[in-house]
């Protein structure tokens, strides 16, 4: 058994790190699905287990086609570029300005349609808008990037990690909000003011004039208002403790139908250019945390969770929120989220402990490249608009920003706990 534990911890350990380092540039899912496979072929995950595994992301995957659909409708049908263009316009020629505008959109996204979709939606729409104001993009797409994790903790739907975590412990929303609204606004404005030090120098630079924007189109109007209901469909289905993913699901599906239908289209353009690698990345990172659970250790470490939370609370969340946030960035936020959930749920800690672990499991993926599936989504939209950002320049600018701003969380959240 000890071996066999072994070579499970192994083969995870190798599956995340080409998840990260991405050898030889192959896509993240390849290597996702080549540990999932491993486990199988090597008799260490019986396979109907694996399959079981996989089907458990099966919210997750209807979440993610969803939105890809609606964000894919939108970008065909020119609604990112007229957003972009109105948020140029009211820049009113101010680099710091449009950027403001930026994190502020970002962060209403996040809270009201999830840290995925910030990622998925937003981030063509404020390349988009870089490219009308004709200013470097990276410092504006970052936003997407690091306001995705920031702000996913103000709500239950801000991001579905957060569901994960508590599971059937959830809290009404009022608890929620008692609990998470003053981390959150930490959280958001220490990102904030981060982000802003770090890129000071290129917001010294003067956005161009738009003349004539473009009259969004009858395709562009039915995407919005598509983006829209979803975010109202979300938060309904939160309030009554409904998943998230076959709702996100039906909306995306029916407006690219009526889109499509209107226009007379093709379905074919849509489809594919739909980030369908992703699908494949979590059914692999799912089984791999089956895998990881049949070695024993998620008891062990419920058992030593239990033992502080009830020495000392406090620094037990200290401790849990540190610890999750830095292992969300060696081995992406969503298979230790499920480990995080899975311990904290065994070990029955105290509400706060948890929220310190849904701290960590929520911010601290803004350290590295592919701490969060937002982010990963987020690099995908990268490539294909021509942008790249190396692991090692995503790490250096994490390290100012994420650091920071979850202490302050987590400091605010031993606030509102006492």
Same mark, same amino acid.
């Given at each position: 058994m000890p071996d066999t534990n072994a070579a499970t911890w192994g083969i995870a350990a190798l599956a995340t790190l080409g998840v990260i380092a991405r050898p030889w540039n192959l896509p993240e899912f390849i290597w996702a699905v080549a540990g999932a496979a491993l486990l199988v072929l090597l008799n260490l995950l019986p396979w109907p287990d694996a399959l079981a595994a996989a089907a458990k992301g099966t919210d997750v995957y209807f979440f993610l086609i969803g939105m890809m659909l609606l964000a894919e409708v939108a970008r065909k049908e020119g609604l990112f570029d007229w957003l972009a263009a109105q948020a140029v316009r009211h820049s009113h020629g101010s680099a710091k300005r449009l950027f403001l505008i930026v994190y502020i959109v970002g962060t209403i996204v996040t809270v009201l349609l999830s840290n995925d979709a910030t990622a998925v939606v937003l981030t063509p729409a404020v390349y988009a808008a870089t490219r009308a104001a004709k200013v470097e993009p990276l410092p504006y797409l970052f936003i997407c990037a690091f306001i995705a994790n920031a702000a +996913?903790? $103000? @709500? %239950? =739907? +801000?991001? /579905?990690?957060? @569901? $994960?975590?508590? *599971?059937?412990?959830? /809290? /009404?929303? *009022? *608890?929620? @909000?008692? =609990?998470? #609204? @003053? %981390? +959150? $606004?930490? #959280? =958001? $404005? #220490?990102?904030?003011l981060a982000l802003r030090l770090t890129q000071r120098d290129a917001l010294d630079s003067t956005v161009a004039t738009v003349d004539g924007i473009t009259r969004l189109t009858l395709g562009g109007k039915l995407a919005a208002f598509g983006i829209a209901m979803t975010a109202i469909v979300l938060l309904a289905a939160s309030a009554i403790g409904r998943d998230l993913g076959l709702p996100t699901f039906i909306a995306g599906a029916t407006v690219t139908a009526i889109v499509l239908m209107l226009g007379r289209q093709s379905p074919l353009p849509v489809l594919k250019d739909v980030s369908w690698s992703v699908l494949p990345l979590v059914a692999g990172l799912f089984i791999l945390v089956e895998g990881l659970n049949r070695t024993g250790v998620l008891p062990a470490m419920a058992r030593v969770l239990k033992e502080a939370a009830t020495t000392s609370p406090q620094i037990a969340s200290w401790i849990a929120g540190v610890v999750v946030a830095i292992a969300s960035n060696l081995a992406n936020n969503l298979p230790v989220g499920l480990m995080a959930a899975t311990t904290s749920q065994t070990a029955q800690v105290p509400a706060h402990v948890t929220g310190a672990i849904l701290i960590g499991v929520d911010l601290g993926p803004n350290l590295s490249v592919t701490g969060s599936l937002a982010t990963i989504l987020w690099l995908i939209v990268l490539r294909r608009e021509g942008e790249h950002v190396s692991a090692m320049r995503f790490l250096k600018l994490g390290i100012v920003v994420m650091p920071p701003a979850l202490v302050l969380s987590l400091l605010a959240l031993s606030m509102v706990s006492r």
């Open positions: +996913s903790f $103000v @709500l %239950p =739907i +801000s991001n /579905p990690a957060n @569901l $994960v975590v508590f *599971g059937q412990q959830m /809290p /009404p929303l *009022g *608890g929620w @909000l008692r =609990i998470f #609204a @003053l %981390p +959150s $606004v930490v #959280a =958001i $404005v #220490a990102t904030y």
